[in-house]
């Protein structure tokens, strides 16, 4: 199957026009998925800009390495969760970088790919996995959790109204073994509130988020960003769902502030000092040509930041 069936980057002329890459730079691409971005990445900073890439998905990378062999020199990718960041930063004994993208959540080509169990579309085994080593699987949760601790899950990170309702059914019917069998259920005690959003749609993302710890990886990774950054360079963040960008906005906040005590209080005494310069106010979204295109482009919110020079 073409690639890219598999792999259309998000926001990409945005993405390249926010990192503002330069010939002697050095980036980051800590989703680098199958390498979409991070060959505008090489283009824009060519010929002597240097890209790390990272990723979960050894089948992402191996993409990646393909798509990405004309700049072979200049890359070098990794199989490594991003909240490993600071340490594949110094293992390269790289002082600062000049630029980091996190394009967060769940890639085309693991969406469509059956065996990976992303999908309420297509039938497949409870998986979730970004990295297939891993221990926890979907099915663990949605077999083993008690209805309580299912529907506490899929509320806090679905925002599913009807998220009781959701643990008993899916309690009722276990053992549940496939994405068809469990997309089912949830289609059958949930309405569908919004036009062409899939009942389960929520459902599966709660679980989907729980199995990788998707927030708390990101609310670990964002420090570590900032850290690395050179004096101006960029931090680019792109999510899908409210609680991603959510993190990100409020992380962007406090860090581009330079007290961060309650409000009410007379005195400034946190010593916080403002680390970042938010460039985006508002988030950015696809166009709607780019919405028609990528139908799965049309959640996506890019956040950029800018690190300044401490004194």
Not at 47 to 65: I, M, Y
Not at 226 to 231: G, H, R, T, W
């Amino acid at each position: 199957m073409p690639e890219t069936i598999y792999h259309q980057p998000v926001l990409y002329q945005e993405i390249i026009h926010a990192l503002q890459p330069v010939r002697t730079g050095i980036y980051i691409d800590c989703t680098v998925g199958a390498g979409g971005h991070a060959e505008g990445i090489l283009n824009a900073s060519a010929p002597e800009g240097r890209l790390l890439g990272l990723d979960l998905d050894p089948v992402a990378l191996e993409l990646a390495k393909e798509k990405l062999a004309p700049y072979r020199s200049r890359t070098i990718l990794i199989q490594a969760s991003y909240v490993t960041l600071s340490e594949q930063i110094k293992s390269l004994e790289w002082l600062t970088v000049d630029g980091i993208l996190l394009d967060l959540g769940l890639s085309s080509m693991q969406l469509d790919s059956p065996n990976r169990g992303f999908s309420f579309n297509l039938d497949g085994p409870l998986d979730m996995r970004f990295d297939p080593g891993a221990k926890l699987r979907a099915s663990d949760l949605v077999n083993e959790l008690s209805a309580d601790a299912l529907a506490n899950l899929i509320y806090k990170y679905g925002e599913e109204r009807n998220s009781r309702r959701v643990a008993r059914a899916i309690v009722a019917a276990r053992p549940i073994r496939s994405t068809r069998h469990l997309a089912e259920i949830v289609a059958e005690v949930t309405m569908n509130r919004k036009r062409g959003i899939h009942p389960a749609t929520r459902t599966f993302q709660a679980i989907r988020i729980a199995v990788n710890g998707e927030l708390e990886r990101l609310e670990t990774v964002l420090p570590q960003a900032v850290e690395a950054l050179s004096p101006a360079g960029r931090l680019v963040v792109i999510a899908y769902h409210s609680l991603e960008d959510r993190i990100v906005k409020l992380f962007f906040r406090k860090e581009s502030s330079n007290c961060v005590c309650p409000p009410r209080q007379p005195i400034c005494t946190c010593g916080h000092r403002a680390s970042l310069k938010v460039i985006t106010k508002k988030p950015i979204r696809p166009s709607d040509a780019e919405v028609k295109q990528n139908h799965r482009s049309r959640s996506a919110r890019m956040r950029v930041a800018e690190r300044l020079v401490l004194t």
